[in-house]
């Protein structure tokens, strides 16, 4: 199942920038669980929001109130709106499906399909 992040980019330090996640069109992601990671070169890839088909979101302690994940089912897509960003939030993102519809949480091993990734750099 072909996964596709975009939206990546340089914002300063405070700043927002919004990530998109599309499943390849015919194959429905609605009915999955999908979250976004992030990986620094050198550490483990750590889960930062998800959101399950009842559109329930769940967020690393790290973002909450900063970061916004959002599905749109007839788009196949989802999205990370990331605001009052930091420094420190450098790093590869990751969009990933799971086959659980729910119950996936933040969990890199309960997620089976993986995009390649879009850099995020913040500058101070």
């Known amino acids: 199942v072909p996964v596709a992040e975009s939206g990546g980019g340089s914002a300063q330090a405070g700043g927002s920038l919004r990530l998109s996640c599309v499943v390849s069109t015919g194959y429905p992601s609605g009915g999955h669980a999908v979250a976004w990671f992030r990986q620094v070169p050198g550490k483990e890839r750590e889960g930062v929001a998800s959101?399950?088909?009842?559109?329930?979101?769940d967020y690393a302690n790290s973002v909450k109130g900063r970061f916004t994940i959002s599905r749109d089912n007839a788009k196949n897509s989802v999205f990370l709106e990331m605001n009052s960003l930091k420094p420190d939030e450098t790093a590869m993102y990751y969009c990933?499906?799971?086959?659980?519809?729910?119950?996936?949480?933040?969990?890199?091993?309960?997620?089976?399909?993986w995009g390649q990734g879009t850099q995020v750099t913040v500058s101070s």
């Open positions: 959101i399950n088909s009842n559109f329930e979101p």
């Open positions: 990933a499906v799971s086959r659980r519809s729910r119950g996936a949480g933040l969990a890199t091993r309960r997620y089976d399909w």
